[in-house]
């Protein structure tokens, strides 16, 4: 039954290729504004053979993976900190829902202004992006542990420290690896953002490299690499998932 | 005279495992839950709690837990001053309250985990009580893979894993089919019998009550109305249900419990 459903989803994007394709054929438009998936795949055929895209993807990964480390060790450490003291909470709070909703590109060039261009603004803008979700999981999971098991560790004589890593950690990490699910998707918007404003190397530096040649194949291939890792570390911390819980 | 009286006082004050004096508890200013409460718990005693929802029956047993604070009276164990729960005692919810990431032996060791690493003799003791309630081919299975019953007899094997003086019972077998429910309440009163362990059981069931008590206090709006001893021998089985010094308690209480409705 599963593996119907794949074959149904992978069935509905060929067919979303070739009325593309057909489209392109059909109108004759331009690969200057729309080039065809057969083109596109081409450009990104050649352009990984020949290396000219790997550089920038190892750039890119580089960032990636650096800011979620980064806005996930701040994101669940502030979220336990949070969580476990209603004091802080209701204090920090709304500084940390002010820090969400200033628009992030709007903080890229205060970045280079203060990082300087290259890798470090682009992991900052990442971690900033990942810090949020697994923060805000990580508070509500902390809370919503069943009071009757927090009884059950005070009756156990349990101390705060031994609550929170054997019941309120485990009980919330379901919630918390969803936050880090999400982290991970956002992961690359904040890299190719930071990559547009503040860098000459990486995927997001690629695409605007792209844009001032008019080479919209080559947009298009690096939109399909980028979507590509997505979904990969998408499935990675499935598959974690799986693995842990 | 007044100094054999005062012996005897003594005496029955050293046997008394758990003592509630004058407690009053009440959650806010505006609402009561328990007023002046005085209860006696001997050692080995089956002491039951029935009364309506709501009528502070949970209240009673987590104060006497040392889970809540009494606002006025005093607690004793042991005949100390009792202001948290101690390592000789065992508590067991309504609801099982599994961890549901550990399997059923990890669930059952949880109490001597958390203050000591496990030895194999700790292992080889959980094994024991497993085997003891029937879960003897369940150590590696996970909560959710056991049946309401079967989850209900880890939390009690869990309970008992510290070899508690006293275990605190928290309407255990409420949700439990009736079957499933008579067992349980068998297995429970053998492994009492033999550890010698005091319990303070609270329930709905005024039939239960009468199998499993040799007291049961009657509560109403916060207070205990009524304590009966149950005059039938132990073991007690499943024949006495029918006879009629167990519906001559069963009506005797649930008069007590109407008459103050």
């Known amino acids: 039954m599963r593996s119907k459903s794949y074959i149904w989803t992978f069935f509905i994007g060929l067919v979303f290729l070739a009325v593309w394709e057909m489209l392109v054929r059909l109108l004759g438009t331009s690969a200057l504004v729309m080039p065809a998936p057969t083109r596109v795949a081409d450009v990104l055929w050649v352009s990984l053979v020949n290396g000219y895209l790997w550089p920038h993807i190892w750039q890119t990964l580089v960032e990636v993976f650096w800011g979620i480390l980064l806005g996930a060790m701040m994101g669940c450490l502030g979220g336990i900190i949070l969580g476990e003291s209603k004091h802080l909470r209701s204090l920090l709070m709304p500084y940390v829902v002010l820090s969400q909703v200033v628009p992030k590109l709007a903080l890229a060039p205060l970045f280079i202004v203060w990082f300087g261009f290259g890798v470090l603004p682009t992991v900052v803008m990442t971690a900033l992006i990942c810090f949020f979700p697994l923060l805000e999981n990580t508070v509500t999971s902390l809370q919503q542990v069943d009071p009757q098991k927090i009884e059950l560790f005070k009756m156990l004589r349990a101390n705060r420290w031994q609550t929170l890593w054997r019941l309120k950690i485990p009980s919330g990490l379901q919630s918390i690896l969803a936050g880090f699910r999400v982290a991970v998707v956002l992961a690359w918007v904040g890299a190719v953002v930071g990559e547009f404003i503040g860098s000459s190397k990486g995927l997001g530096a690629l695409i605007i490299a792209a844009q001032g040649s008019m080479d919209t194949p080559l947009m298009f291939a690096v939109l399909v690499v980028i979507t590509s890792l997505g979904i990969t570390s998408y499935w990675l911390v499935q598959v974690l998932e799986r693995r842990f819980l | ?261």
């Open chain 2, 1 to 261: 005279m007044n100094s054999e009286l005062h012996i005897g006082q003594l005496e029955a004050k050293s046997q008394c495992l758990l003592r509630l004096r004058d407690v009053s508890f009440s959650y806010s200013d505006d609402i009561g839950t328990l007023h002046n409460i005085n209860l006696d718990l001997q050692h080995g005693e089956f002491h039951c709690l029935i009364g309506r929802s709501g009528c502070g029956k949970t209240s009673l047993l987590k104060l006497a837990a040392g889970l809540l604070s009494p606002k006025r009276g005093e607690v004793f164990w042991n005949n100390q001053s009792l202001s948290a729960p101690q390592s000789d005692m065992g508590f067991v919810f309504q609801r099982p309250t599994l961890l549901e990431w550990k399997n059923v032996l990890d669930n059952v060791l949880l109490p001597i985990a958390l203050h000591k690493k496990i030895t194999t003799e700790d292992i080889e003791v959980a094994k024991k009580i497993l085997q003891r309630i029937g879960l003897g081919n369940k150590y590696y299975k996970k909560p959710p893979q056991l049946s309401g019953g079967q989850q209900s007899r880890v939390a009690i094997a869990r309970a008992l894993i510290t070899s508690p003086r006293i275990l605190y019972m928290d309407e255990p077998f409420a949700s439990l089919d009736a079957i499933t429910r008579e067992e349980l309440q068998h297995d429970l009163m053998d492994i009492c019998a033999e550890h010698k362990t005091s319990i303070l059981f609270v329930t709905h069931d005024i039939g239960e009550a009468v199998y499993l008590g040799d007291q049961v206090s009657v509560m109403v709006k916060g207070k205990i109305h009524q304590t009966l001893a149950i005059d039938i021998p132990q073991p007690r089985h499943n024949a006495i249900r029918h006879s009629p010094e167990f519906n001559h308690y069963s009506a005797t209480l649930r008069q007590a419990m109407e008459d103050t409705a």
